[in-house]
């Protein structure tokens, strides 16, 4: 019975084609760990926040779970064989390495999060990209850096000059906000509908090609998940 | 104007050159608090000068034919350095914020572990999850050494509420209900653990540089003492790897 399951689970979400093949491979294919990856890469290009994926990763999460409980039932059992214990490691290797990969994902949105927080506070459109706990964090996040600063120096400064919100003409904004006009690399995972440049011509990416653009081009392509970015 | 040899806004750009120093060095700074009540100061007295210049100036919006105002160009001086030192000031206190949540992370978020960090030669030997007492070793972490005198107050407040933030936003979402006991925390995924490398493998070779006391790993309890070298789980022990209590081998 043990034999079962962890052929099973080897084979099908973590060991999944190489990277390579995925390349080449249909949509649909795409495992969960697979998806995660993808996810994960698009989040650590993207100069904006994307859209979180508490489904999937709870879903992978559910399956850690699963497995890590399973892989203890096993270990206690005295019965196991040699080959056994062979494929139990690789299944807790392959789990070490899942956990890494959202542990990486949490804390690439996490950083942008922070980094955006007082932003975030401010606009009710970047909400819905973000569990409840994230904006709850950023929320906090934002009074507190709020807090910290009007503590440390607007406290002790002149009233005209304790404003967090000066916009003073050729200056930078004082709330940091993505930069989508950052240029990044995409690669287009199937035929897309045509984007407009910024220079006013359009064009439409068949499947495979990379291009360098700015990230507001591909914005809608890569939340339809037509494009990742690489 | 009224100083001899400086001109406004050189004691910020004091400020800023610490940053520069602080980032190029990778080190943390001792909040400097001098220089930033100088700032301040300053501030003040532009801010009086500011407001003198325009009480002096007549209003001459009114009327578009009027030559411009003399002492307009007075007040735009005043202003422009004002906006300048307070961007100054800001920026270099959250230069520090940054620079210190990296401090943070960087010891897997053990708190007082990085507050009481390089405390005098307190040799505890308590429990692995009570770090609280033990000192980093120098030379397992570029983190400076003695944060805590670095800090200025309101900082440490900003490192305690970070803290708790990060701590309410691991127990909201992050961590599965179904643990029997509350007391332990019972996350699925370690937030803290190290993002730079992935895993190698399951197991790693460590040698301790400092008493941790007795570990509770899978393969049972260990009591690792200084200088021996141990082949344990990555999982049970990357928290000691990161606070610099283990070293890989």
């Known amino acids: 019975m043990a034999d079962s399951w962890l052929n099973a689970d080897l084979d099908a979400p973590y060991a999944g084609p190489s990277f390579v093949d995925r390349a080449s491979s249909e949509v649909a294919e795409e495992t969960p760990f697979q998806q995660l990856i993808r996810h994960w890469m698009n989040e650590r290009h993207s100069p904006d926040i994307l859209t979180g994926q508490e489904i999937l990763l709870g879903r992978i999460l559910d399956h850690v779970r699963k497995q890590s409980d399973d892989v203890q039932l096993l270990r206690a059992d005295p019965d196991s064989s040699e080959e056994e214990h062979f494929r139990i490691m690789l299944v807790q290797t392959e789990v070490e390495r899942v956990k890494f990969v959202v542990r990486s994902y949490i804390r690439t949105r996490l950083h942008k999060i922070e980094k955006y927080a007082r932003w975030i506070s401010a606009t009710p459109e970047s909400h819905e990209k973000l569990s409840k706990a994230e904006l709850d964090h950023a929320r906090r996040y934002a009074r507190l850096l709020e807090y910290h600063l009007t503590q440390s120096v607007l406290q002790s400064l002149p009233p005209e000059q304790r404003s967090l919100t000066d916009s003073v003409p050729f200056m930078p904004p004082m709330i940091p906000e993505p930069d989508k006009m950052r240029p990044v690399f995409v690669h287009a995972r199937q035929q897309c509908p045509p984007v407009r440049l910024p220079d006013g011509t359009a064009i439409a990416m068949e499947k495979g090609r990379i291009s360098l653009t700015p990230y507001y081009v591909v914005e809608q392509l890569l939340a339809r998940g037509e494009v990742e970015l690489i | ?249």
């Not at chain 2, 500011?50 to 578009?64: H, R």
């Not at chain 2, 070779?205 to 082949?231: K, N, Y």
Request: hydrophobic share 40%.
């Open chain 2, 1 to 249: 104007m009224s100083s001899t040899t400086q001109q406004y806004g050189d004691l910020a750009t004091q400020l800023l050159t610490e940053s520069r120093r602080s980032t190029a060095t990778d080190t943390l700074l001792k909040y400097n608090d001098v220089l930033v009540r100088a700032v301040i100061r300053e501030q003040r007295q532009l801010e009086a000068l500011l407001q003198a210049g325009l009480a002096a100036a007549p209003d001459t919006d009114d009327d578009p034919g009027a030559p411009p105002n003399p002492a307009l160009s007075t007040v735009l001086l005043y202003q422009t350095a004002i906006n300048r030192n307070k961007r100054c000031l800001l920026a270099y206190h959250a230069h520090r914020i940054e620079r210190l949540k990296d401090l943070y992370w960087r010891v897997g978020g053990a708190l007082p572990l990085l507050l009481s960090m390089a405390a005098p030669a307190a040799q505890t030997a308590g429990q692995a999850h009570d770090s609280a007492h033990a000192p980093q070793p120098a030379a397992a972490a570029p983190a400076p050494a003695d944060v805590r005198s670095k800090l200025s107050p309101h900082e440490v407040d900003f490192l305690r509420s970070y803290n708790a933030s990060l701590l309410a936003l691991r127990t909201d979402a992050f961590s599965s209900a179904t643990a029997a006991d509350p007391g332990a925390p019972s996350e699925d995924v370690d937030l803290m653990a190290p993002i730079d490398r992935p895993p190698r493998g399951l197991t790693v070779h460590v040698r301790v540089v400092r008493d941790c006391g007795v570990v509770h790993t899978e393969q049972g309890a260990i009591d690792f003492r200084r200088g021996h070298r141990f082949l344990v789980r990555r999982g049970d022990v990357e928290h000691l790897i990161v606070q610099g209590y283990l070293e890989e081998a």
